[in-house]
T-cell receptor
Framework: GIQVEQSPPDLILQEGANSTLRCNFS?????LQWFHQNPWGQLINLFYIPSGTKQNGRLSATTVATERYSLLYISSSQTTDSGVYFCAVIQGGSEKLVFGKGTKLTVNP | DGGITQSPKYLFRKEGQNVTLSCEQN?????MYWYRQDPGQGLRLIYY???????QKGDIAEGYSVSREKKESFPLTVTSAQKNPTAFYLC??????????????FGPGTRLTVT
């Protein structure tokens, strides 16, 4: 099956710093989503982005499908950005969303 | 408000008992899913259903059962055959995107502890 690798596994920032999270996948996909899991466990949809670039406030994401990677950018980080960020993909012909192991982000005041 | 609800938020059971986790959605989504998350790990798919009265096994279906009698509801039963049932269980539903993909949305989860 398709493999999803996220890096870095852990990231510690000072408030106000910028960061880039990476998601590599091993095969072509027709669905890629980024999620933020907050400290209470809730998974929040950030982006549905199988290709191209999207922006939402301080967050933006880019997926280069031909090179099998996606990037999540967080600018001017805030303590509320802390949590785990997951990338998840659906391979062509499948209905299953496959998750990476996540990047744990800690933003210190 | 539209969304996905899961109940209860916390559930405690004795080993050997079956337990059913509730998942309801009012988003009019056709597909629904159950995932399991263990500490420090990503999510793994247990079962999914693309239409009422039909469902398929995911990657870790052993020890679990589901039903899909209504579009809005997809309950998960954790049976006594599940060897390590203590985990965080997340339900999701999805909508078909115009390009042919599916965007999934998640409920708040149920933390199950079996002792």
């Amino acid at each position: 099956g398709i493999q999803v690798e996220q890096s870095p596994p852990d990231l510690i920032l000072q408030e106000g710093a910028n960061s880039t999270l990476r998601c590599n996948f091993s095969d072509s996909v027709n669905n890629l989503q980024w999620f933020h899991q907050n400290p209470w466990g809730q998974l929040i949809n950030l982006f549905y982005i199988p290709s191209g670039t999207k922006q939402n406030g301080r967050l933006s994401a880019t997926t280069v499908a031909t090179e099998r990677y996606s990037l999540l950018y967080i600018s001017s980080s805030q303590t509320t950005d802390s949590g785990v960020y997951f990338c998840a993909v659906i391979q062509g012909g499948s209905e299953k969303l496959v998750f990476g192991k996540g990047t744990k982000l800690t933003v210190n005041p | 408000d539209g969304g996905i609800t899961q109940s209860p938020k916390y559930l405690f059971r004795k080993e050997g008992q079956n337990v059913t986790l509730s998942c309801e959605q009012n988003l009019n989504h056709d597909a629904m899913y159950w995932y399991r998350q263990d500490p420090g790990q990503g999510l793994r798919l247990i079962y999914y259903s693309q239409i009422v009265n039909d469902f398929q096994k995911g990657d870790i279906a052993e020890g679990y059962s589901v039903s899909r009698e209504k579009k809005e509801s997809f309950p998960l039963t954790v049976t006594s055959a599940q060897k390590n049932p203590t985990a965080f269980y997340l339900c999701a539903s999805s909508i078909l995107i115009g390009t042919g993909g599916h965007e999934q949305y998640f409920g708040p989860g149920t933390r199950l502890t079996v002792t």
